[in-house]
Nanobody, 124 residues
Framework: VQLQASGGGLVQAGGSLRLSCAASGSTFSNYGMGWFRQAPGKEREFVGSLNWSGSTRYADSVKGRFSISRDNAKNTVYLQMNSLQRVDTAVYYC???????????????????WGQGTLVTVSS
């Protein structure tokens, strides 16, 4: 399985970005997908996830601002980020949940495959 994340960049506070994660090598629709981020000097943290069934969960810090969706026909999952804040600056990673139709968690250890990361920088 290969995951390719894209869409990062520089945006002003209050702006929006949409990240994409294209997957290959698996039956995409049967696996949960997660988004994580890692800011400089900090540990990787959970942002949100999308189960194979379509249900979502989000970290409290992004709830109401970020949303995750998927296009199974394109084997792609998206992270729509609105009302961006400087604290959202980080490298964002997509990941595929380990296990056929396993429900997503907020633990990086439960994800088997990872994209390379895409940098999001929010300026004031």
């Amino acid at each position: 399985v290969q995951l390719q994340a894209s869409g990062g960049g520089l945006v002003q506070a209050g702006g929006s970005l949409r990240l994409s994660c294209a997957a290959s090598g698996s039956t995409f629709s049967n696996y949960g997908m997660g988004w994580f981020r890692q800011a400089p000097g900090k540990e990787r943290e959970f942002v949100g996830s999308l189960n194979w069934s379509g249900s979502t969960r989000y970290a409290d810090s992004v709830k109401g601002r970020f949303s995750i969706s998927r296009d199974n026909a394109k084997n792609t999952v998206y992270l729509q980020m609105n009302s961006l804040q400087r604290v959202d600056t980080a490298v964002y990673y997509c990941a595929q949940r380990q296990g056929f139709r396993a429900y997503t968690t907020n633990s990086p250890a439960d994800y088997k495959y990872w994209g390379q990361g895409t940098l999001v920088t929010v300026s004031s």
